[in-house]
């Protein structure tokens, strides 16, 4: 069976409200189930085989990801079992909004494959139209790893 792992760091929960909304978007599709880990807590050997798609969320933190998920990348880049895999990329932010380019950079680095634009929200995810565009997101991942 075709699973969807959502990695994510969140201090203050917009990202980890974020993620939910991912979630929720992922079970529209019928048949592919979703877990949700924060970063840290990842173990990379069930990441690379018992996954067939990512979503990857952290904060906005000066410009770039929360170290947490940039170690995710750093042991991801050197783990072949993640080539070609999708992925999708969220993000939050208080003013910077890069952390989204960032997350998209070090996937592709990895060499997984982005299946849809990502999402940035301002904070709590209750901005114009992020829960939708959230939702959408996952959507989105859920049908590529169902159809590929």
């Known amino acids: 069976m075709k699973r969807i792992l959502i990695v994510y760091h969140s201090d203050t929960g917009n990202t980890r409200q974020m993620a939910e909304l991912v979630k929720e978007g ?12 924060p970063a840290k807590n990842v173990d990379m050997h069930q990441a690379a085989t018992s996954y067939a798609g990512y979503a990857f969320g952290s904060p906005d933190y000066f410009s770039y990801v929360a170290g947490e998920l940039k170690m995710f990348f750093d042991k991801a880049l050197r783990n072949e079992k993640f080539h070609g895999k999708p992925f999708v990329a969220f993000g939050s932010h208080g003013g910077g909004a890069k952390v989204l380019g960032v997350i998209q950079a070090l996937a592709e680095s990895c060499k997984f494959v982005k299946v849809a634009d990502g999402v940035m929200c301002n904070g709590a995810p209750d901005g114009p139209g992020c829960e939708q565009k959230l939702t959408a997101l996952g959507e989105a991942l859920a049908k590529a790893v169902a159809e590929g």
């Open 26 to 37: 992922c079970h529209r599709v019928k048949g592919v189930p979703v877990d949700l880990q």
